[in-house]
């Protein structure tokens, strides 16, 4: 066998276990833990103390938050907007991403996770589009 083939052998991916001979090691994978990183939590809002599980979630870093501010927006509207601006100030220190979804929730995110927005504008642009559509008719 020249010299050329023999190196070509020795790089090729033909090689057969018979050429590596038949020992190996078999690596055992280690057990790994079932439980998530993540976590998607609701929480309501029913008064502004309420807002410190919220706030605890964010600065852990691990915790999708659906906030329900339904029951605080009928109560108080002043105290509603106190909570979500702190709420908002601490997201924002941690990188975070914080979104209204409906009228009555806010999706807060942790600073690996991102609230998708290009879906909600697309979706307002098709319909005023459908509506100036209407009114030329």
């Known amino acids: ?3 050329w083939n023999r190196i070509k052998s020795v790089f090729s991916e033909e090689t057969t276990a018979a050429e590596l001979g038949e020992e190996y090691v ?3 994978t280690e057990a790994k833990d079932k439980t998530s990183k993540v ?5 309501t809002l029913n008064k502004f103390d309420d807002i410190r599980g919220v706030l605890n979630a964010v ?5 999708i938050s659906i906030l329900n501010i339904a029951p605080l927006k009928e109560k108080d509207i002043t105290e509603l907007k106190r909570a979500v601006d702190k709420i908002k100030k601490t997201v ?7 979104a209204g979804f ?3 929730f806010l999706v807060v995110t942790p600073s ?4 998708d927005r290009s879906k909600q504008t697309e979706e307002t642009s ?12």
């Open 1 to 3: 066998m020249s010299i």
């Open 26 to 28: 078999e690596l055992e």
């Open 39 to 43: 976590i998607i939590k609701p929480f």
């Open 59 to 63: 600065r852990e870093g691990y915790t």
């Open 92 to 98: 924002e220190a941690n990188e975070g991403d914080i």
């Open 102 to 104: 409906g009228e009555n």
């Open 112 to 115: 690996f996770a991102r609230v």
């Open 126 to 137: 098709e319909a005023a589009s459908a509506q100036e559509a209407e009114e030329e008719i």
